[in-house]
């Protein structure tokens, strides 16, 4: 048997790991076998500067992914691994000194499935 087979249960010759790169992000990739499943406790995000991107990313992801799963611009993808689709922005909304501007615009977040960078700068802006 090959070493912690005792631990991993897996067959001779399975992938362990493999480490790769992503826009010159390092990642190392774990086979936890079936025992492990993705949960929303891990999840990439991917930082946009507009809405053309944001709509990019969330209608590619988004095929065949959990619909039910899919608020505040994070989605699961088909695979079940999870993604925060953020625009640039979002945050000085949700952080605004304001303290009635970042309400608005939590408010309004806590409704949305992708994000509408342009909507919720409307909604913050309304007196």
Known sequence: MPRGYDVHHM??????????????EAFVALNGGPRFKFTE?????????TQAEVDYYWDRLSVGGDPAAQRCGGLRDQYGLSWQIVPRGLVDLL????PKRAERAMTALLEMRKIDIVALRGIVAQA
Do not use: H, K, N
């Open 11 to 24: 067959e001779p010759g399975a992938v362990m790991t493999i480490a790769f790169e992503l826009e010159g």
């Open 41 to 49: 406790a891990v999840s990439f995000e991917i930082d946009c500067e």
């Open 95 to 98: 952080t605004d000194p304001d």
